[in-house]
């Protein structure tokens, strides 16, 4: 089974350039999130969707953030206009369920995630 | 709201020795779940071990075990027999039970040298 993939690994733009993350997830995964680690920071949540709906995205940092999962399938992030601390490394996850119980049902599984450099 | 801490930015091992990386948390919650990833260099994240907060038996993966200290609000991992593989940044996270989100709450991380 092919695991989470995510586009581009490196991302190098200029302040002001827009930016736009790909990532697929495992197939059959309903669940997909954003996660962001700023440099010697943790890593945080951006958002989660269940297939095509947002179901939290209370992580997300301002409205120069989009996040699409048109047809339930691969996600988009886009930044527009790009600042210089969005720099960072952007990761997906996807997992099976999101429901009460049954950890190893919600196991989520990690992308290698996309290193953004805003110059 | 929940919180993870990581005191220890990085660690040092030899191989085939024992290493502990310690892990705490905030949380209001009585039921959670408490989880190690593992981030080997250039590499996707991956699940070490998991421990549901209403277990009192900790959790042990192979060379992996945890110390989780619920009155204490404390998880630590420890790697026996450390291998060369075994170096990687470690995450340690946090999941609240119930509710629709799946959202992890990670910690800023310990970054683990295994020295030959």
């Known amino acids: 089974e092919a695991g989470v993939t995510q586009f581009p690994s490196h991302s190098v733009i200029e302040k002001g350039q827009t930016v736009t993350l790909r990532c697929d997830p495992i197939s059959g995964h309903d669940n997909l999130y954003w996660y962001r680690r700023v440099m010697g920071k943790e890593i945080k949540f951006l958002l989660h969707?269940?297939?095509?709906?947002?179901?939290?995205e209370s992580g997300m940092p301002n409205n120069r953030f989009l996040a699409e999962r048109t047809g339930g399938t691969y996600s988009t992030l886009k930044v527009q206009p790009a600042e210089l601390e969005d720099s960072g490394v952007y990761f997906c996850a996807s997992s099976r369920g999101s429901g009460y119980r049954g950890t190893r049902y919600n196991e989520q599984f990690f992308g290698p995630g996309t290193r953004l450099t805003v110059l | 709201a929940q919180t993870v801490t990581q005191s220890q930015p990085e660690m040092s091992v030899q191989e085939a020795e024992t290493v502990t990386l310690s892990c705490t948390y905030d949380?209001?919650?009585?039921?959670?779940?408490l989880f190690w990833y593992k981030q080997p260099p250039s590499r996707q994240m991956i699940l070490v071990i998991r421990?549901?907060?209403?277990?009192?038996q900790n959790a042990t993966e192979n060379r992996f075990s945890v110390n989780f200290q619920k009155a204490a609000k404390s998880f630590s991992l420890k790697i026996s027999d450390s291998q060369l593989g075994d170096a990687a940044m470690y995450f340690c996270?946090?999941?609240?039970?119930?509710?629709?989100?799946?959202?992890?709450?990670f910690g800023t991380g310990t970054l683990l040298a295994v020295q030959p």
């Open positions: 421990q549901e907060a209403y277990k009192q």
């Open positions: 949380t209001s919650e009585s039921d959670y779940y």
């Open positions: 996270a946090y999941r609240s039970v119930g509710g629709a989100t799946n959202k992890l709450i």
């Open positions: 969707f269940v297939k095509e709906s947002k179901q939290d």
